[in-house]
C-alpha cells in the first residue's frame, strides 16, 4: 500500500527557513516523479516543486529562487527546503507520487495525483 508520510512543518517567522520530509513506502521509490503542492484556506491547490525519475528538479517559477526539492533513494525519502519563507508561504504542504505519463503535468512532469496528510507551515509577520 502506497503511504507518503510528510513532516517538518511548523511555525517560523518571515526571512527564516523550514524543512519538510515526505517519507515513501508502497511503492518503487526510484520509479516515481515525487513532489510537493500546497493548499491554503479558500485556495486552490498550487504546484511548489517536482523531482524527477532521472534526477530532474522543477518549481513553480514564484519559489524557484527560495525553494530546493532533494531525495535521499537510499531512506525512500524527499525534503523540500524553504528559505526566505514569507507569509503568504503559510499553508498545508502534501507531497505527491506520481508514476510517468504521457501529457503535461502541473509543475514539471508531476501531476499530483495522490497525496499524504500534508504538513502545515505557518509564516508569522
Known amino acids: 500500500e502506497m503511504q507518503l508520510v510528510e513532516s517538518g512543518g511548523g511555525l517560523a517567522q518571515a526571512g527564516g527557513s523550514l524543512r519538510l520530509s515526505c517519507a515513501v513506502s508502497g511503492l518503487p521509490f526510484d520509479d516515481y516523479h515525487i513532489g510537493w503542492f500546497r493548499q491554503a484556506p479558500g485556495k486552490e491547490r498550487e504546484g511548489v516543486s517536482c523531482?524527477?525519475?532521472?534526477?530532474?528538479?522543477y518549481y513553480a517559477d514564484s519559489l524557484k529562487d527560495r525553494f530546493t526539492i532533494s531525495k535521499d533513494n537510499a531512506r525512500n525519502t524527499v525534503y523540500l527546503r524553504m528559505n526566505n519563507l514569507k507569509p503568504e508561504d503559510t499553508a498545508r504542504y502534501y507531497c505527491s507520487a506520481d508514476p510517468p505519463k504521457t501529457g503535461r503535468g502541473t509543475i514539471g512532469p508531476c501531476y499530483f495525483g495522490s497525496w499524504g496528510q500534508g504538513t502545515q507551515v505557518t509564516v508569522s509577520s
Open positions: 523531482s524527477t525519475t532521472d534526477g530532474r528538479t
